[in-house]
């Protein structure tokens, strides 16, 4: 049998009296190094603008767009996640997605890894192509100040926002000055600013 050195001895019985170096998890409170980057989470600031999608190394954000009903949905699959946090870094209000510092994230169904946020979708007038979220683009006036002024289709969203005017005429017919007051893609804008309202 070999015996237990001095040395040996003298350390077990110091760590009878000191801080276990191991966590009690899950019985004790986790601590996290400050350079676990964690799981990514939508909030309610989120504008449905696509940018994370964009950058998602593995894509694992997707665009869903409805324009039928005007919506989209933009969905992060966490199976797909290498919490690398490109979307984090580039999100476009800085705030839309956040990556929490959780790591406990074993699940028995792969749907319980699937997030969504649900913004209204701002379709053109004429061609019905999606343009932006609502929120995406009221976001943007705020941002422009008085240089939002140039589209006043998005003027006259964000006053109705302010209850400030009603519902205005959406039909648009490519020869009149009211075209330019209706919510219309770049093409078509270019088309009525460009082409018919000379
Ligand atoms: S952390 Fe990286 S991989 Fe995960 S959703 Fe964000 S960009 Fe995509
Ligand atoms: S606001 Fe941020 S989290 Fe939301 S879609 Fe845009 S980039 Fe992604």
């Known amino acids: 049998m070999r015996y237990p050195k001095l040395r040996e001895l003298r350390e077990a019985f110091k760590n009878i009296f000191t801080r276990a170096a191991t966590v009690r998890y899950p019985y004790g409170k986790a601590e996290f190094h400050p350079g676990y980057r964690g799981k990514p989470e939508f909030q ?11 950058v998602c190394p593995p894509g694992a954000i997707e665009i869903v767009d409805d324009v039928e009903n005007r919506k989209r949905r933009v969905v992060r699959y966490f199976d797909r996640c290498i919490t690398c946090g490109e979307c984090e870094r580039v ?13 406990a994230m074993a699940v028995y169904d792969r749907k ?13 007038e004429n061609c019905g192509r999606p343009i932006a979220t609502k929120k995406h683009i009221l976001w943007l006036m705020d941002q422009l100040e008085e240089k ?14 302010l209850g400030i005017v009603e519902e205005v005429e959406k039909k648009v017919s490519f020869d009149k000055r009211q075209d330019l007051f209706t919510i219309l893609c770049p093409r078509c804008k270019h088309r009525v600013i460009l082409y018919d309202s000379l």
């Open 44 to 54: 309610d600031e989120c504008l449905g603008c696509t940018a994370c999608m964009e």
């Open 91 to 103: 999100c476009t209000c800085g705030n839309g997605i956040k990556m929490v510092p959780e790591f």
């Open 112 to 124: 319980d890894l699937v997030e969504s946020v649900e913004r209204e979708l701002i379709v053109c």
């Open 148 to 161: 939002g002024a140039a589209n006043m289709g998005f003027v006259i969203m964000s006053l109705k926002e």
